[in-house]
């Protein structure tokens, strides 16, 4: 059988209860069900850490954060550890990328290697996006000189900000953020990407004859801050259109980038959660339209039954649940049970099959690799097709700008929820332990309470000794480990101020 095109599509920061092949009522992913029927489907996938750089890592390189070691904002992922992208390359695939996440697309954090063409969605000019490699042609050139020009003159101002910390906060406040917010597109192109990746796959240009293809697709139409349509707006979040008061509301949440990082300080208001619930909901059903034309184009085409599709969250969202909003810090179910669905045309996860077991997002590295013919003995043992006894591990590293941040301006939180505190869990099922710090921990029975409401860590002591035991392998790796040496790239750390990753 010809080598599959593999199409490797993150849904950055979908929750699985949003779906209703994953048990919603709400309705709101009529696209991705219809092709979830006719795909295998993950029930208890779990990302190895909370957020975008450390899970997109883990996907590249099949390892867990302790391992690779990109688990801070400027990290760099290590040069001895190929990426998914090198090796199907390597291995005779034509490489692309259409990512929409400034993380993975703009930070020179190691995550671009490998492939022939990266397209950059987040920033100035989303129709026509930045291209991570030289540009092909005359007009090519000079559009990228262009851009690189205006990009010089923004990133002055921005470097100004930076350098002043009376400045910097201002650059935090509601009147500065939306305006940055604009310029750099921060959530980038969704339809575009899409649009492109679909003409790749199906008109094949630029590809040899006969060469199969990896495309890796990032959306972030569901991360923050929340503009979706008005008309999904009038179906999942009327009260927007109808209140002041919630507009209101709106606005200063989709300006507080601080306040996307940091823990509440009490229970969220109940109109205030229902806002944002119903605002997710708006964004995730207008993704999912997006997505049914995307998977129509493929179909019209024949594209859809020669491709491996791997559509998967990198992660999800709090939106208030346990005092959280974001995913910055917790490994709560809300931002570590994903999505995982996988149409495989050579049959090995046959379509319309469940699979219940605990498996990690990190093991999508060997399933591609499997599905190209480049996997060697031990990489084909650790596919999602292969029967594992492993049980999935999940990382959260605190970032040290965002405990900076807290320290400056809510020094009580950093105590009080421990945000200075490396968490870590494990899961074997029927449970899933999480240990903060030393001496917190947390046992849940992920079967009964999906919602990890209920903390039996006090009654059953002998399971949490078991499962503690099982994180050792991760503390091993974190303390042996040398430090990932920062990113020093200036243009680097500007944007990563301009997305509120850095003070």
């Known amino acids: 059988m010809q080598r ?39 029930t208890a996938a779990r990302a190895p850490a909370q957020w975008t750089v450390p899970t997109h890592a883990s996907m590249f390189t099949g390892v867990y954060p302790a ?23 390597v291995g005779g695939y034509h490489t692309a990328a259409f990512c929409n996440n400034p993380l993975v697309g703009v930070v020179n954090n190691g995550l671009r290697r490998g492939f022939n063409s990266f397209l950059n969605y987040s920033g100035l000019l989303t129709s026509r996006p930045n291209q991570a490699g030289a540009p092909a042609t005359p007009i090519g050139r000079y559009r990228q000189w262009f851009k690189r020009l205006v990009v010089r003159a923004l990133n002055a101002i921005q470097d100004s900000f930076a350098r002043s910390d009376a400045a910097l906060k201002f650059s935090f406040t509601p009147l500065m953020v939306p305006l940055w917010q604009t310029a750099l597109s921060f959530k980038g192109n969704t339809v575009k990407s899409l649009d492109d990746a679909a003409r790749l796959l199906v008109d094949r240009r630029g590809v040899e004859r006969g060469q199969p293809v990896f495309a890796f697709v990032n959306l972030m139409g569901t991360h923050m801050p929340y503009h979706p349509p008005r008309q999904q707006i009038a179906r999942h979040a009327p009260q927007v259109l109808q209140s002041p008061a919630a507009q209101r509301y709106l606005r200063r949440f989709n300006g507080d980038v601080f306040g996307w990082l940091a823990p509440l300080a009490g229970e969220i208001d109940a109109e205030h959660g229902a806002i944002l619930s119903g605002m997710y909901n708006a964004e995730v059903a207008a993704q999912d339209a997006a997505l049914g034309e995307f998977f129509q184009k493929l179909q019209a085409r024949g594209t859809l039954d020669r491709t ?18 974001g995913h910055s810090i917790s490994l709560y179910s809300q931002l570590t049970h994903v999505p995982l669905i996988i149409r495989d045309p050579r049959g090995d996860l046959p379509a319309g099959t469940t699979l219940d077991a605990d498996v ?10 499997d599905a190209a013919d480049l996997a060697d003995e031990q990489e084909r043992a650790q596919t999602l097709a292969a029967p594992s006894a492993e049980l999935p ?10 405990v ?7 020094p009580q939180l950093v105590n009080q929820r421990r945000v200075d505190q490396q968490r870590r869990a494990v899961w074997r099922a029927p449970y899933k332990l999480i240990q903060t710090g030393d001496d917190q921990f947390e046992l849940f029975d992920t079967r009964s309470d999906p919602a990890e409401i209920t903390d039996l860590s006090a009654i059953l002591p002998e399971v949490v000794d078991e499962l503690r035991d099982q994180l050792q392998p991760l503390a091993a790796h974190a303390n042996s480990a040398s430090p990932n040496a920062a990113n020093d790239d200036p243009l680097v750390k500007r944007r990563l101020r301009d997305l509120g990753y850095l003070e």
């Open 4 to 42: 599959p095109d593999i199409l490797l599509l993150v849904l950055d920061t979908q929750r699985r209860d949003r779906l209703s092949c994953y048990g919603s009522d709400q309705e709101l992913s009529p696209q991705l069900d219809a092709f979830a029927a006719r795909a295998a489907r993950f």
């Open 67 to 89: 391992q690779h070691g990109a688990v801070q904002t400027a990290s760099m992922l290590p040069e001895s550890l190929p990426t998914l992208a090198e090796r199907l390359q």
């Open 308 to 325: 491996m599709i791997i559509a998967c969250a990198d992660h999800g969202e709090h939106l208030g649940e346990k005092q959280f909003v």
């Open 360 to 369: 990690s997002t990190r093991r999508i590295f060997h399933t591609a690799l």
């Open 393 to 402: 591990l999940a990382e959260s590293t605190p970032l040290a700008n965002v």
């Open 404 to 410: 900076r941040m807290l320290n400056q301006r809510r």
